[in-house]
């Protein structure tokens, strides 16, 4: 697996991602920690998760993957911060003492001082500065090594963006958000931060598994479109304007005599500034399968998807 550096910073991370959103939940520790070892033994690098991940679970999971494998073989980027919701419930905030209080609850439990990075969500309740100040904070602090920003609208990123040119505070290393070839809508965004040095991290590069083309005819039973709590995960791209990208999908892997899934993960994996992309396998099995990704996809395939998924050429 490929290393790759993050814009034009110094952070490197693996091409391929583990994100750790069903550990705890829909993934047991067992299951976890297996898939973590499997990940590293292939040149994997990072876990992408969240103090929300797993219902609040997948922290603790996390913990026992770094003990069980060796923090230092594991990149952690960090997703957010989290605020009391009523009993027992927890939601996103980004608030600054909401964020760094939730951060240091992650940090002990997980058992180390610092994330590698540290993204922060925009709240539509608190100004972003206030956001900026509590990522400018850890930095300095060293509990993240790098900062970033999360499902960050345009005019919050572009705000971001020059605060951190005029102030030199939290300067973003990587902004992470939905991409594939059912979610396009942030292919500009990707152009325009690879030109400023910002790397972009993908989610969700296979659209909840709808890209695999494994809902084509049916729901299987062990799918995410199956659990009642997954299931509004899926939704979004079980409509009829999804099917005739999932269909040229199919045909290109069958025309390469790769799978589906092999070839949507490339598609996302090699767009112009992308920098990684976060896979979020429930099972070992699922994690093999991503493995066996093959590597790029040729042009005239990769144009041949871009105009069936309305995306222009990336400026760069």
Not at 41 to 54: K, M, N, P, R, T
Not at 64 to 70: D, I, N, S, T
Not at 134 to 150: D, F, I, K, M, P
Not at 157 to 169: I, N, Q, S
Request: charged residues 20%.
């Amino acid at each position: 697996m490929r290393i790759r550096h993050c814009g034009s910073t110094g952070l490197r991370l693996s091409e391929l991602g583990l994100g750790a959103a069903t550990w705890g939940r829909d993934t047991d520790a067992l299951e976890a920690i297996d898939m973590l070892k499997l990940f590293l033994d292939a040149g994997g690098s990072f876990i992408e998760a969240s103090g929300l991940a797993g219902n609040g679970m997948a922290v603790d999971v996390v913990a026992q993957g770094l003990a069980a494998c060796g923090r230092h073989r594991v990149s952690l980027v960090w997703r957010g911060g989290v605020r009391p919701d009523g009993p027992g419930a927890w939601a996103a905030s980004g608030g600054r003492g909401d964020m760094l209080r939730s951060l240091d609850d992650s940090l002990a439990r997980l058992g180390t001082d610092y994330v590698d990075v540290w993204l922060g969500e925009p709240d539509p309740r608190v100004p972003l500065h206030e956001t900026l100040e509590a990522l400018e904070t850890a930095r300095r602090s060293g509990r993240a090594h790098y900062v970033g920003l999360s499902h960050a609208p345009t005019w919050p990123l572009v705000e971001a963006l020059v605060r951190a040119e005029l102030t030199a505070e939290a300067p973003l290393a990587l902004v992470e958000d939905e991409f594939s070839l059912l979610s396009t809508g942030a292919a500009p965004t990707v152009g325009a931060l690879a030109a400023r040095g910002v790397g972009f991290l993908v989610h969700s590069p296979l659209a909840a598994g709808v890209l695999t083309g494994k809902y084509r005819h049916t729901t299987p039973p062990d799918s995410r479109a199956a659990s009642s709590h997954l299931r509004a995960s899926v939704d979004p791209y079980l409509g009829e304007a999804s099917r005739g990208v999932v269909e040229a999908v199919v045909r290109a892997a069958e025309g390469l005599d790769r799978a589906p899934l092999d070839v949507a993960l490339a598609w996302a994996r090699d767009f112009p500034g992308v920098s990684c992309v976060v896979v979020g396998p429930r099972t070992v099995r699922q994690l093999d399968q991503i493995l066996e990704a093959d590597g790029p996809l040729p042009a005239p395939i990769r144009q041949v998807l871009d105009e069936v998924a309305g995306v222009g050429a990336a400026v760069v």
